[in-house]
């Protein structure tokens, strides 16, 4: 990185060379195609423009109205002129130089269970028994079992009568089990319009897991959301957060993706730091047509010491298999190991979810 001598006060370093910087990175990373070009189309603008005229708009905010540049790439400028390095670079920098193939097969070797699973109990498609003869078959020590809560009502959420017939047909499986193996109770429960879950406190407190997701009202404003999301993330019971901003997917034929549904907007630092002092872990979700959190937000967790569940979200059962698409965000982010809560032994996952919390 540069050390061009500064437009004011002899700190600033070159945005121009920051941005193209982000760019290789970015193009080593194998990310999409426009956002290279993006930080390319900046870093010219940038070395194209007084260095004077880009102080002063730094100083009035209004880099983003110069041609070529946009919000992030404003941000890049400003923090580069301000004497630091951008906290863009500084995210990419920081997994540069991971051999990625070798990073994705250690992490996914390293996975010994699955935390969100669906049977045909809510919108899962088989039964549970062989959800969890699939899992066994892919060498899985443990399965949560996440099936909806009542109010999901599309995807037949399971009522608390209903959760506990199920809790007893999961005990009568284990019974066949051998020491391998074990199928885990859970729930993934929908997080209600004021961040309260929807299953009683005493049934929740009963199951192994608890996956706390947002369903409904995804494009509410962020002075709705991030209040929501926080008292869901400060509720005793909740252990992982699921696909935190309910993006949906569509893929194209060259294998790129657009989103149908859009992120919804939340205050991303501080519900991940909620989540990093309250010991609960962001999911990264391993769904083609989900692969939330974006990676970006992904970034974000891992600075914020977020712990994470790469989660399958299987409605059939050999959707199970989809763990090594989450691996792939997950070492590209450079997400550590130990922080995944399912490469954890059953026996650490079950202390994590039964902790204490203050
Ligand atoms: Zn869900
Ligand atoms: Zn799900």
Redesign the pocket.
Known sequence: MSDTPGYNSGVSRDPAADLLAIAVELERAGEAAYRVRAFRRAAQTAAATDPADLADRAAQGTLAKLPGLGEVTARCVAESLAGEEPVYLRRLLATAGTPLDEAVEALHRALRGDC?S?SDWSDGSEPISAMADAARALGREYLVL?DHSPRLTVARGLTAERLEQQLAEVERLNAGYGDGFRLLSGI?VDILDDGSLDQTGELLGRLDVVVA?VHSKLRAPTEVMTPRMLAAVADPHTDIL?HCTGRVLRREGGGSATETRPESTFDAEAVFAACADRGVAVEINSRPDRLDPPKRLLRLAVEAGCLFAIDS?AHYSVQLDWLRFGCERAARCGVPVDRVVNTWPLDRLLAWTNRERG
Do not use: F, L, R
């Open positions: 969100h669906h996440t993934e997701s699921g979200d």
